[in-house]
């Protein structure tokens, strides 16, 4: 069974930057497009970012494109997600989840493509 442990979460002031990781235990990680969302408290979840199952093909939410990046290492079971000039609104609970999908670039935007999620790691950004 696979499971997902997020990690790297904390307080952190505007403009710092912060890399939370998703070790992913179980077999067959490298068949699993990968993703973060994260949901603040009284708003829905929201997309941040996806990768492919290789690692070549990634897609961002327009709110942390170019200041967010997701990678993954297959031999690690990990997938990373570099956070850079960190936002007030940033601040929420940040969630890693893996999709199994039809192809090798598939890349999911919609949470309901996703049928494994983790507890979450809490990001709070300070002014």
């Known amino acids: 069974q696979v499971q997902l442990v997020e990690s790297g979460g904390g307080l952190v002031q505007t403009g710092d930057s912060l890399r939370l990781s998703c070790a992913v235990s179980?077999?067959?990680?490298?068949?699993?497009?990968m993703g973060w969302f994260r949901q603040a408290p009284g708003k829905e979840r929201e997309f941040i970012a996806t990768?492919?199952?290789?690692?070549?093909?990634?897609d961002y939410a327009d709110s942390v494109n170019g200041r967010f990046t997701i990678s993954r290492d297959n031999a690690k079971n990990t997938v990373y997600l570099q956070m850079n000039t960190l936002k007030l609104e940033d601040t929420a609970v940040y969630y890693c989840?893996?999709?199994?999908?039809?192809?090798?670039?598939?890349?999911?935007?919609?949470?309901?493509?996703?049928?494994?999620w983790g507890r979450g790691t809490q990001v709070t950004v300070s002014s």
């Open positions: 990768i492919n199952r290789g690692g070549l093909t990634t």
């Open positions: 989840a893996a999709a199994d999908g039809p192809d090798y670039y598939y890349t999911p935007r919609h949470p309901r493509e996703y049928a494994i």
């Open positions: 179980g077999r067959f990680f490298s068949n699993y497009a």
